[in-house]
């Protein structure tokens, strides 16, 4: 658990204000390349929907993490795997991995069924994260309280 000036120090920061709009833009987009890839998989459409929110998530997935590991070293002193953030980190670079396994995807020449099926996977992974992300801002927020 934090400190009120570890609270208050987390809070203040534009690196951490930073995240949360991302983060909430990174939400938006997973729930519209679900909703591609779904139809993508039902319709044989709406592909290219699907690419483009897959894409833009992982590039502001990469962006977080890389503010993440900024805001990690002013806040803990370390730059990754901080006590504190230990297991956002862990969830996070499994995000990161399940995103990857598209990449190998295209390198493979997988069909466009089993790209979007690596996507849906990727979309599951990176949503267990954020919602335990969620779920530590809460128990947070109850310790400022």
């Known amino acids: 658990m934090n400190t009120a000036e570890q609270l208050a120090r987390r809070n203040a920061s534009p690196l951490a204000r930073a995240m949360m709009i991302i983060g909430g ?23 290219a929907g699907a690419l ?7 590039a502001l997935l990469w ?16 730059y990754f795997m901080c006590r504190e953030f230990f297991w ?5 670079l499994a995000a990161l991995l399940s995103y990857a396994f598209f990449f190998i995807g ?4 997988w069909s466009l069924k089993g790209l979007a099926a690596s996507m ?26």
């Not at 962006?63 to 370390?78: M, V």
């Not at 990727?122 to 309280?145: C, D, L, P, S, T």
């Open 25 to 47: 833009v990174e939400l938006v987009l997973l729930i519209l390349n679900f909703y591609y890839v779904l139809h993508f998989l039902n319709t044989g459409e709406g592909w």
């Open 52 to 58: 483009i929110t897959f894409w833009t998530n992982f």
């Open 63 to 78: 962006l977080n993490t890389i503010i993440g590991i900024i805001w990690e070293k002013q806040f803990c002193n370390e």
């Open 88 to 92: 956002q980190d862990v969830g996070n």
């Open 106 to 109: 295209l390198w493979q020449q």
């Open 120 to 145: 849906l996977v990727a979309g599951v992974v990176y949503g267990i994260n954020f919602a335990q992300w969620i779920y530590k801002r809460m128990i947070a927020r109850k310790g400022e309280g």
